[in-house]
């Protein structure tokens, strides 16, 4: 593909923070060009109105998805940043109506007729929960209602992009992790890999920026109830939980039960996971470390930090990275590992760029190298 | 004792935070007069001028300690904010300039003279850590120099007024507990006096507002670095952690080694700890609670929240409360203890005025019911 | 009256942050019983299932005002804190339910058998807007609708304490001042009053956290909306400026057009306002200040700062405290004032309860001397 | 020049916010290479172990000034961002050093050795206030010290882009604008330019955050002080007023006396100046947003916002944008200017680097489009 070339890039439910920040990140890209936002509450309006800072950038209005004239509009990516449950329908609903080429094996009997027509090869990267699971039962179970796209679910790569890379260049569909799991996915899956963890005993402790509950109207998340204020929620219901046990299951080859709290900590942005772990046999901290620094050192997005340096939320504001380290605890036999990134982007908006990139053959890393904003 | 005596108190180490937030108390407090500020970077200087925020308050100017004339400033309660190492030579000279009781006991011979000369009662509140290692060889370790008064340290109460309560009333020394030991302990002591909980593998997760730091010049503190931000420091090394397992070691009969990690949140108050703990035998979440609704039914300063209420630090803002709950942990044989407390108030200078209290035969919560400040 | 009288006091509209924090102060106030809380979203609910800081408080819970027994809960003071223009119809109906001596009055003929039926004495203290302007014409014109209770706007006195004390200790109505007036007026009336500022030319630009804006579910009163973020609001158009308007004129005995811009600041409570002035004939900030200093010399709660040192709000957060001072301008001719409170106490609640003392014959500091919370 | 060359550019001072936010945007800027960076308290250590944030980027260790081998290190261009009153001298021994053919013009005899000797053209942006002052006389009133480069002060040019644009690209040496000019002069000088507004009674309320205050140790800018807190500072007696005046006098060539009142608030970035205006004659605030509509309808950086649109600091943060709106004063004869810019960037490294590529002769926008971050 030519460096230069533009692709028609569009957004599903541009509304929201996720939506803001993949606007904000792929107009920095050198191969994107939005062409699509779509959003139900704020069908009509342009996109400076919804987000004033996005005022002096010539960004398309906001329209309905069903205002959309599909194939017309020739997207080559889909991003969709519809809320968990709705995004399965419309997915599914937009690739049967390109008549998308993902649905060929998926389809028992096809005529010559449908062999021969126009086969769309749009690539969707999808921010939500909806094609995380594998396990459509546990999906069921999680999020309360049967998945209406069981199919499509076996075609989804899970888009956690330093572990399935080569997967996700020949993905159609990407499911990206959630913010939660990529900080605690990319801390514990070489260590499971390896052996150097026991399965036991994993205990997330995490804490989080406000803009991962969304921009939605709910008392406790007015200035007022979270200024100067931190508090625990979902404690032993976040639906976070099954993805992180579903993956770290696949790289101990084993089943895998987390305690998983998250925090609501006064900030806009941020994530930092402080996870207790239990070695296996004569593992130490040490050996932990030089697993990840082996495992992450040709990584461009997520490094080991060097000595005994904390990882903090301001290393990675509005960037892409990751950052990691590893900790005796003073229990003997146990290690903290903590991860820190930033929830809107690594955990979200710009994960699904990386993935994008790696969809499209581009190089990976293009329009993501921005450094950390600190202050 | 009279109900509208004033006691005259003095508070040295006046001009950080803590001192702070003990005028800010003393001045609510019915039965006290302050009589007495001192600092030595600060000496010379009107309160005012140091904490612009006691305008309008009438209040001694602070003084060096050395310019302090005792006896015949005529103390009552002697509240010691200065930092650890410092508090125990200050104390000790201070206790022998008024030739205390406290030290005829730790005196083997003494003359009929220095026994019929007139002895001193003041109340001593240490707010450091000088006093709250009963083994002095903890100390030594931990603080990085020997104790020089390790007869001294014999006499002090432990001020976790609602575990020592009898020993403070008749206490003349008290070693208020850590802000974060004091989460910690009120959480954890009834369930291993209890038996509930097992003393291996007990993990706390700590987040505290910054004015834990105090007010000294340090580029970590500024507001810029601390802002829009949150990481954990003193992983594996903070100094809180010999003396929680010096009383969960009472409190289980066991010797007991904890893992503790703090962490940095952009607040200017409260402390959240969430504490992983595994169960004994048939215990369970709901026992648990059972056991610390027990334990505090009729303090008026702990709250076990009803139902599934998380606690979080807004509750408590300014005030003596500690709010607890107990939640299962999806892992079996384990639960979470969830605690917040305001880190300057029940944390340090609240529960050295309800200390303050007892020694004074005064109603534990006089000056003390305040609500928290919410918003 | 008694010292240790315990007054029945109700609070219509409980469940906003004026609300909360008139709760907060009566609690610490030695002579009220809070006997009634009403809120139409939230009855039916305990307070601390609104507010969970109240936790361990005995107080009733809210109730619907439809459901409250008049006369029978025999209240002596009744705070008003519900929304604009709902609070005329509410305390209307009251004093008629309660047969109110302020009505005699306004009632042309009172036939024996009303003038002998028991009369009310209870006090209102109204915190909407609803009676601050005495020209209810100009009531209509900015808030939309005309006045429902013109007859009782009459008997209600502008609650600002230090400028209508000896009307408000005889009042039985008290419209209290909104949080920007208050310290607009407390910084200029002295001023105008002695002719020592032209009535021309008031700039006022203010700065308030964000508890002003209230509890109510508004998008940019979210968190990530307001947080490391500040801006304008209400530019030329905020329904404060005809209350300072009026008061000023009162002062100056001359109708007065002011400037006022309104800012949102990342921060829940505090209000700073930057004034600034012309100065009439030979005046200059010496001569303001000196007016000031004298104006308010013996007042408790304000305080006009030594020297150059700057107002903050930092210093009067959670208090009844008002810091003000004035700086030469470098344009000549002019002066800067600048005023600092906390907008739920002395601009809203502390105020209340200020004006509630008064009202009642209690000593005016009564429950409102707590210091500041800094940090 | 080619569209891909590399220029080597230095920071000197590079351990301060704005040195931090200049190697930022340096990150991200396609024509340069960071080849350079001085900190003498820091020299030795490698940017991330002074900026954590930068981890994962190849950039040059920090070394002191002293030990830079000029003219070998073959910079094209030089960023100063040295504390006022020190830039002066680094940069005059910097050009002496370079035999920089800024000088010749200065130099009144000139032997033909000297004129033939290799000529440096390096460019110098000058961040500090040592070369906005155009009247040495003023620069030593204002910063205490006689100014040790007169001569070179009359060949800077200021960098206010939008205004000196044609001058910029000639200059060698610019001076960039202080943040609080910079919002201010966009906002004035075309009003000012074109009569529309009074000199007289200009009145500039200013609010900036924290990051202003850069990252030196002063109690004042610890969090616990700054944090939900605000305050003025600098009342009549802010450096940036003769900046200021200076300019407004060249635009309505009269001598201009201002009021200048800033204002710390609690956030990490960004600025927001409210402007007071008296209006000419028949002017109206329609009038003077025409006016500001066709200064700037073709700048890529300066917007003026639709209808009421009020300015805000998060429709900034992060990029090089000002935002700029008129609006009604009540008080007749006079409108109100609310400018927003971020105080690190378009107040500071932004226009810096935008005047960078003017001097280089590349497209201005160069490396500065990335979109806001907001949340």
Tied chains: 1, 2, 3, 4.
Excluded at 10 to 21: I, P
Excluded at 159 to 171: C, F, M, N, P, S
Excluded at 175 to 189: E, K, M, N, R, V
Aim: glycine letters at 6%; aromatic letters at 6%; one cysteine or more.
């Amino acid at each position: 593909m030519l460096a230069d070339r533009k692709y028609r890039v569009g957004v599903l439910g541009a509304s929201g923070y996720t939506g803001a920040d993949l606007v904000r990140l792929l107009i920095a890209h050198p191969n994107t060009e939005i062409a699509l936002l779509t959003g139900e509450r704020k069908a009509g309006m342009s996109l400076k109105s919804v987000f004033p800072h996005f005022v002096g950038y010539d960004i398309p209005d906001i329209i309905s998805i069903d205002e959309v004239e599909w194939p017309a509009i020739e997207l080559d990516v889909v991003f969709c940043a519809l809320p968990h449950a709705t995004s399965q329908d419309v997915i599914k609903g937009l690739l049967h109506s390109l008549n998308h080429s993902i649905l060929d094996e998926m389809i028992v009997t096809t005529t010559a007729d449908q062999a021969n027509s126009l086969r769309s090869e749009v690539k969707v990267v999808d921010l939500s929960a909806d094609f995380r699971l594998r396990d459509t039962e546990t999906y069921a179970k999680w999020y309360g209602k049967a998945h209406d796209a069981t199919d499509l679910q076996k075609k989804a790569v899970y888009g956690l992009t330093e572990i399935y890379r080569d997967d996700i260049k020949k993905a159609d569909l990407v499911a990206c992790p959630g913010c939660y799991p990529t900080a605690a996915l990319l801390s514990l899956i070489p260590l499971l890999k390896a052996g150097l963890i026991k399965t036991e005993d994993i205990l997330i402790d995490a804490k989080s920026g406000v803009s991962g509950a969304g921009r939605s109207l709910k008392e406790q998340n007015l200035f007022v109830e979270v200024s100067e204020a931190m508090h625990p929620y979902g404690i032993g219901s976040h639906r976070h939980m099954p993805e992180i046990e579903q993956e770290l299951a696949v790289a101990s080859k084993n089943d895998v039960t987390i305690s998983f709290t998250p925090h609501l900590v006064p900030m806009n942005r941020g994530e930092l996971e402080t996870i207790y772990v239990k070695l296996e046999g004569n593992e130490t901290p040490e050996t932990l470390k030089a697993a990840l620094l082996s495992a992450y050192e040709n990584e461009p997005f997520v490094h080991i930090l060097e000595g005994s340096i904390a990882p903090a939320t301001r290393m990675v504001r509005g960037s892409n990275n990751c950052v990691i380290n590893v900790f005796p605890d003073r229990i003997p036999g146990r290690a903290i590992i903590i991860a820190a990134i930033d929830n809107l982007v690594k955990g979200s908006s710009g994960q699904a760029i990386q993935n994008m990139n790696l969809m499209l053959g581009l190089e990976e890393t293009t329009g993501l190298m921005q450094a950390p904003m600190f202050p």
